[in-house]
């Protein structure tokens, strides 16, 4: 990799852009992975570099431990993406992923570093919005991989179908789910980045919940909403594409 970047576990699937005038980071949903990314450099508009980020406990970095603290995994985030968070640069997070962003963005403004330009946020209910479902990582396997399945639509048919595959997989997805679950959000000022929301119109999120990330940023916010479940920045990413080029300039 370019960029002294070949011994960065945290930058998976990077296509090195030296022409790029923008940098995009983008964090992973519950059981995600770099992967999730892996096509969107071709298809945003060569201006724009793209960083996935890969968490432990999945694909190269498998024989890791998953994290269960966001406070954690963002602390680490930071020390190894703080060389690479040269401005203007800009997050993306799906899900698990629009907490990992917006708590490195403060963390980032707590330690006086240079801000991301653009939040864009994707598929989960602004912080401060209380959720009325109960948690499910704390449920045995069977309930578990069902509540996940009927919530989020969150287990692909081939590995549900694959007992040994499952049986891997299920504790990087318990600790994912452990980190939304349990992160609890501290008062502070809202960020001064523009800040950019997205939604799926037939996922299980809101819009009004979506719309309460207007909150937590005093730049422009902008809410769009697109077809598609819980996973529609990958079922309608011709549309999610152009749209975040057009936030980014």
């Not at 770099?34 to 980020?53: M, Q």
């Not at 799906?94 to 240079?114: D, I, M, N, Q, Y």
Request: include cysteine; glycine fraction near 6%.
């Amino acid at each position: 990799m370019a960029n002294g970047l070949d011994d960065n576990l945290w930058i998976g699937c990077y296509r090195p852009n030296l022409t790029a005038s923008i940098r995009l980071f983008c964090f992973p949903h519950a059981g995600g992975a770099a992967s999730s990314y892996r096509l969107w450099g071709e298809n945003l508009p060569s201006s724009v570099e793209v960083f996935p980020i890969q968490y432990p406990g999945r694909q190269n970095r498998f024989r890791e431990p998953p994290f269960t603290s966001i406070d954690d995994l963002v602390a680490e985030l930071h020390v190894a993406l703080e060389p690479l968070l040269v401005p203007p640069f800009a997050f993306f997070g799906h899900s698990l992923g629009t907490l990992v962003a917006f708590e490195l963005a403060r963390r980032l403004r707590k330690t006086k570093r240079p801000a991301p330009k653009l939040l864009i946020l994707s598929g989960r209910a602004a912080p401060h919005v209380v959720s009325g479902e109960s948690p499910v990582h704390v449920l045995p396997d069977d309930a578990f991989i069902r509540e996940v399945t009927n919530r989020y639509n969150g287990v692909p048919r081939v590995v549900l179908e694959d007992a040994e595959l499952l049986k891997l997989l299920l504790p990087t997805l318990r600790a994912d789910i452990a980190m939304a679950e349990t992160y609890e959000r501290r008062e502070e000022p809202p960020l001064d980045c523009r800040m950019s929301v997205y939604g799926g119109l037939g996922d299980s999120v809101s819009r009004e919940d979506l719309a309460a990330w207007e909150m937590h940023t005093s730049g422009a916010f902008s809410l769009r909403m697109l077809p598609g479940d819980h996973f529609f920045f990958e079922s309608e990413r011709d549309r999610l594409l152009p749209a975040i080029a057009a936030d980014l300039f």
